[in-house]
């Protein structure tokens, strides 16, 4: 056998309040990809980021080639050839592709010339060795998520890694991009590479992996061959019990149409003469590839992006919604997919999240009531079963997938009557996953009206009543339950 190219021994890291890894152990041979699973919270991105020096742990031991660390930080773990893809890719927005090649992997001296036409083209040599086509002058903050990943891998790549750590680079991309990632790291794996992948998505996992891992309250539960191990025993031994159906949708009655769209555009963002409606108790899919406008109707909807023609009608009166305020104030919530940028705010506690897309409803005499906002908050904690030592902990620190139903709780607390949802289940593990599922039919059934956007086929035609397919900013179809297959949304998306 193969000595390992990496080794953690009984790992142990606490956080104010959190034991986040009690006992864990892991070990990646080279060649291999190691697949690391485990529900939300169960300690993932701890253990790597204690590989990486990003964190240091309490006790234990790590074996990089051989030799057991006696510390280890960021340059350290650089220079043993440890290089990581985080949950959130962390480029510098306002440099372009090639200087953010060039950054990781130059030392540049102050007084030193640089050699703009070679960095361009060592850019350009590690983009397409990490499977991308992505122009070198491009800026950064302009990239698309899966383009930023392929930047991330070329920096991997350019820095000789030896190892390479992915903390769920498959969270945000379609089917197409995850086969091509797959490609990549298929590549990586036949030079020698050993490959950590962390994925809440149970089909990648006998896709990529040789063998997984699996944690479980920052436990190591055990280690498997992840071609033989069957998907159900997997999320036993995830879960620690089995988990009920996957879809639980159920019919519920249809009322009046709480939302409609009439040949709408936004030309700011791309949305063109759109035409759609949602009733109460009803779900409506929106699928597309990324990039095909799902979002962007949504943030028309919102008044994000307000539509520039066109009618929208809430609950059957003609409306025009220029602010997010004004969304609100006609029962609308929105959850977006980059919990960053409009779910959440980072720094502030959960409980403040929770109560801020409406302070009124927590406030006396214009003050925020800390009590009511408190109870709000634990509702909603005990609800989607979010994982946190208390409502007053700074939601930075909560896992990303809490962070993922902190957001979802923010919007709920405003008891929409029309609720938007990008991704609702992105980054969320397959128990949280069917609760969001379940509660989402809960609140059809109380007669809310959701669009669903969402880029998992299966997910689409598991929850959607009807199903609207986007391409290229307009609609290129919609299809009932009924007549609803994954072929045909694919050449609805591509047409
Ligand atoms: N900086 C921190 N401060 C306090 N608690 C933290 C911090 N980082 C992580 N935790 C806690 O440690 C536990 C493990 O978190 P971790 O991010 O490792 O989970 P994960 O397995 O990666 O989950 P996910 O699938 O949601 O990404 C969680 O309970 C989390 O709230
Ligand atoms: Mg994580």
């Not at 893809?85 to 927005?93: A, N, T």
């Not at 998907?231 to 009920?244: K, T, W, Y």
């Not at 909560?398 to 289940?425: C, F, H, M, Y």
């Not at 307009?474 to 949304?489: D, F, H, N, V, W």
Request: net charge neutral; with cysteine; charged share 25%.
């Amino acid at each position: 056998m193969t000595a390992p190219v990496l080794e953690a021994r009984s790992i142990r890291k606490g956080f104010a309040g959190v034991q986040a890894l009690k006992d864990v152990s892991f070990e990646l041979r080279p060649g291999e990809v190691h697949a690391l699973i485990g529900e939300n919270g169960a300690g993932k991105s701890t253990l790597i980021k204690i590989m990486t020096g990003a964190l240091e742990a309490d006790s234990g031991t790590l074996t990089v080639f051989g030799k057991q660390l006696r510390r280890n930080d960021p340059s350290i773990a650089r220079a043993l050839g440890i290089a990581a893809i985080y949950q959130q890719p962390s480029l510098f927005e306002h440099l372009s592709v090639a200087e953010n090649i060039a950054w990781a992997l130059e030392t540049v001296r102050p007084w030193q010339k640089i050699h703009w036409k070679a960095r361009k083209r060592r850019a350009l040599e590690l983009l397409q060795r990490a499977g991308g086509t992505i122009d070198p002058d491009r800026v950064a903050g302009s990239l698309s998520m899966p383009e930023q990943q392929i930047v991330e891998i070329a920096k991997a790549i350019g820095s000789d890694a030896k190892i390479l750590i992915t903390d769920e680079p498959t969270a945000s991309l379609t089917d197409r991009e995850v086969e091509r990632l797959f490609v990549v790291l298929r590549t990586l794996r036949a030079q020698g590479l050993g490959i950590i992948f962390i994925s809440h998505r149970l089909e990648e996992i006998s896709a990529i992996a040789d063998r997984v891992t699996i944690l479980r309250d920052g436990e190591t539960i055990g280690t498997r061959n992840a071609r033989e191990v069957r998907r159900e025993e997997l999320i036993e031994l995830m879960v620690g019990r089995p988990i009920a159906s996957v879809f639980p949708k159920r019919e519920v009655a249809l009322g009046e149409t709480a939302l409609e769209l009439r040949n709408v555009s936004s030309r700011t963002a791309g949305v063109h003469d759109v035409s759609l409606s949602v009733r109460c108790g009803e779900i409506l899919g929106l699928a597309g590839l990324i990039g095909s406008g799902r979002t962007q109707v949504a943030e028309t909807i919102f008044g994000l992006t307000p539509a520039d023609a066109g009618e929208i009608l809430v609950r059957g009166k003609s409306i025009r919604i220029p602010s997010p305020a004004r969304a609100i104030q006609l029962g609308i919530g929105y959850v977006p997919e980059d919990r960053r940028e409009h779910g959440i705010i980072l720094e502030m506690p959960v409980a403040a999240n929770t109560s801020l897309a409406d302070v009124s409803r927590v406030s006396r005499w214009g003050w925020i009531d800390q009590g009511r906002e408190n109870e709000l908050a634990e509702r909603y904690i005990h609800r989607l079963r979010i994982k946190t030592p208390s409502a007053q902990i700074t939601t930075g620190a909560l896992s990303g997938g809490n962070q993922q139903k902190v957001a979802l709780a923010r919007w709920l607390a405003i008891e929409p009557k029309i609720l938007i949802l990008d991704e609702p289940t992105q980054g969320v593990d397959v128990g949280s996953k069917s609760e969001i599922h379940s509660l989402m039919v809960d609140l059809a059934e109380q007669g809310l009206a959701i669009i669903m956007i969402s880029s998992e086929l299966p997910e689409i035609l598991g929850m959607s009543d009807r199903i609207a397919v986007m391409h290229a900013g307009r609609i290129s179809g919609i299809l009932s339950r009924q007549e609803a297959t994954q072929q045909k949304i694919l050449s609805l998306a591509l047409s």
